[in-house]
């Protein structure tokens, strides 16, 4: 017997725990959240950066004086290579700032077909990727307006969505280019099959409001707990699951037996119509 044998034979799991239990590695993309706006549209453009390769992708960056001072910086340092705008939708305050961004840095802009300067709109489900580690799969939401475009984002073990104006933390957006099935679908049907890890990343910090309102309709355990939490933090962003919005946001619950006490009806689509004229009346 050589003397290799004997050692595994002694203690088989000394021998072999370097090959066989190694840690599964995780990865984790960069988000930088960039504000715009503060106490009037509240909005935010999401820097994402692969780590790997600095491969990066700017959101909705429609306010260039607050954008570009970072994207300058980050790019002249070395810290990311910018390799494409993504629009979550065509208004002023998401899409505007595509023909500044252009003039200082020449991009493909990925969004939906009414965005400004678009060259490409992913269809439904269909994916691309950033850099050697993030997959990105494109999420059409039509009802804020019919080009809204969810996207997302895995990078191993880490799941988020930037959800623009279709999703809030504890809300969700005002219907103008569409009716309640379709944010009925929009909600609960495409987001809500996202895995309920998955972080939520809105165009907007809106959750004071949003929990002011959730509290005349349900005020459960989560939307307490939200509550707290968005009264002693500035920003929600990415601290919040699509499990977590299942729980406490009301647009989410539309099958909820309380809501349809409240609002005297029980068929989703009707519940989440009624939800959304209180809420545009609130």
């Not at 961004?101 to 969004?111: A, C, D, E, M």
């Amino acid at each position: 017997m050589s003397l290799l044998t004997a050692t595994i034979k002694r203690n088989p799991f000394k021998s072999l725990s370097k090959s066989v239990f190694k840690p599964v590695p995780t990865r984790a993309m960069h988000i930088q959240s960039i504000p715009m706006w503060e106490g009037t549209g509240n909005n935010y453009a999401y820097l994402v950066t692969d780590d790997k390769s600095k491969d990066a992708v700017i959101i909705d960056p429609a306010n260039p004086p607050e954008v570009l001072p970072v994207l300058r910086e980050k790019t002249d340092s070395g810290a990311i290579k910018l390799s494409k705008i993504i629009n979550t939708h065509h208004h002023h305050d998401h899409a505007g700032g595509n023909v500044e961004i252009l003039k200082h840095f020449k991009l493909p802009i990925i969004g939906g077909k009414d965005c400004d300067k678009v060259t490409e709109t992913p269809p439904h489900k269909s994916t691309f990727t950033i850099g050697e580690n993030i997959k990105v799969t494109a999420l059409h939401t039509p009802c804020h307006t019919q080009d809204s475009i969810c996207y997302f984002f895995e990078d191993g073990n880490d799941r988020v969505v930037f959800t623009g104006d279709t999703l809030f933390i504890g809300g969700c957006g005002r219907f103008f280019e569409g009716n309640a099935a379709e944010m009925n679908k929009a909600l609960n049907e495409v987001l809500a099959a996202l895995p309920n890890d998955t972080k939520v990343y809105p165009g907007h910090e809106y959750t004071k409001g949003n929990v002011r309102f959730a509290k005349k309709v349900l005020n459960n355990d989560a939307i307490k707990r939200l509550d707290e939490y968005s009264q002693a933090n500035k920003e929600t962003q990415g601290k919040f699951t699509i499990g977590d919005e299942k729980e406490h946001n009301v647009f989410m619950r539309v099958n909820d037996p309380d809501i349809h006490a409240l609002v005297g009806k029980d068929q989703p689509v009707e519940v989440m119509k009624t939800l959304r004229e209180m809420k545009d009346r609130s």
